[in-house]
């Protein structure tokens, strides 16, 4: 059987539905050396700010039952030298290109979109709205409904790429935040981000992450997520990227199932680079043993 395995985020076509998640793949660059960058349907980069950042104090990272901490503040060597330095190597791969951008402020996304929407090799732009790791700026905006309007509304004067929202699941209605991004514009919305967490060494007395508090990703997340997916993709019309402790197809197919057109892997990429290629082979030996062809046939049809 032929299988068809492309889908769409809004204007986004991809060749299959498994992306990399924002900050677990840097710029491709190191992972190119251990799996071929051609199969993916998309990378999505690290978040790129309007200045180089230096990130967060050490230690950034925490291990956790069935998951990670993170508080890499998000270091990043500003929007010039992506341009400059990271995204021509993007560019040589067939796969799509999405630019996760952040901000302290309107302005700031502002200005990096304007600067990116430039390059020509640039398919869309993922907006981080729920990063835990910043005291200012995306997180706390993030969680304002009338902010996010007004910001991707702002976005969508100075780009023409298309905006994906990648929002908070750490409110009490993440349908309210993604209705208020559709109606702005946004063309996809990214779910979920990393959870804020603390992890303390009782030996020590101190956290385990120099910010104190940092971002939970992996499995641990994967129920949370598959429920705010879920629950936004019977909110609002426009397309969903889910992720969150995805480690494999079944884990993957819970995220479509639930109502995701296509997913991301993050953390899995830190305990084996291959996971997103064996991810999209184990969907399509789901869509072969059930007979489907079309993969976009399996979107949102969890039976409940
Ligand atoms: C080390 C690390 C760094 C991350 N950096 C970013 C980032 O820069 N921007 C962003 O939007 N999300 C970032 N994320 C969140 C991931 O893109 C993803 O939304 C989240 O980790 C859930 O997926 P996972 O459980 O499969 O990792 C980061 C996650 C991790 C683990």
């Not at 197809?249 to 996971?275: K, Q, R, Y």
Request: charged share 25%; glycine share 10%; aromatic share 4%.
């Amino acid at each position: 059987m032929l299988l068809d395995l492309t889908t769409h985020l809004g204007r986004i076509s991809l060749k299959n539905p498994v992306l990399v998640a924002s900050g677990t793949f840097g710029y491709g660059e190191e992972y190119a050396e251990l799996i071929d960058l051609n199969q993916l349907g998309g990378i999505i980069t690290k978040s790129v700010t309007l200045k180089p950042r230096e990130g967060s104090f050490p230690p950034r990272l925490t291990e956790t039952p069935a998951g990670m901490l993170n508080a890499i503040g998000l270091e990043n060597p500003g929007v010039e030298l992506f341009l400059k330095e990271k995204l021509p190597f993007l560019s040589q791969f067939d796969t799509k290109i999405i630019v996760n951008i952040a901000g302290e402020k309107e302005d700031e996304f502002c200005q990096v979109a304007e600067k990116l929407s430039k390059a020509k090799t640039i398919d869309a732009l993922e907006v981080n709205l729920s990063c835990p790791n910043l005291r200012r700026g995306g997180y706390i905006l993030g969680k304002d409904p009338e902010v996010v309007f007004s910001l991707i509304q702002t976005l969508k004067r100075v780009t023409d790429l298309p905006l994906l929202a990648k929002l908070t699941a750490a409110v009490s209605e993440p349908t309210e935040i993604a209705r208020a991004a559709e109606e702005a514009g946004a063309e996809a919305l990214s779910l979920i981000n990393t959870l804020p967490g603390m992890a303390i060494n009782i030996q020590t007395r101190r956290p385990r992450l120099g910010n104190i508090t940092g971002g939970l990703s992996g499995p641990a997340i994967r129920p949370i997520a598959v429920r705010v997916v879920w629950e936004v993709a019977r909110a609002v019309r426009i397309p969903i990227l889910g992720m969150g402790g995805i480690m494999k197809g079944d884990d993957a197919l819970e995220f479509i199932l639930a109502g995701a057109s296509a997913v991301a892997v993050g953390t899995a990429n830190f305990v084996d680079p291959t996971t997103p290629g064996q991810t999209i082979k184990q969907i399509e030996n789901y869509l072969k043993k059930n007979k489907i062809r079309r993969f976009r046939e399996l979107i949102g049809k969890v039976e409940t």
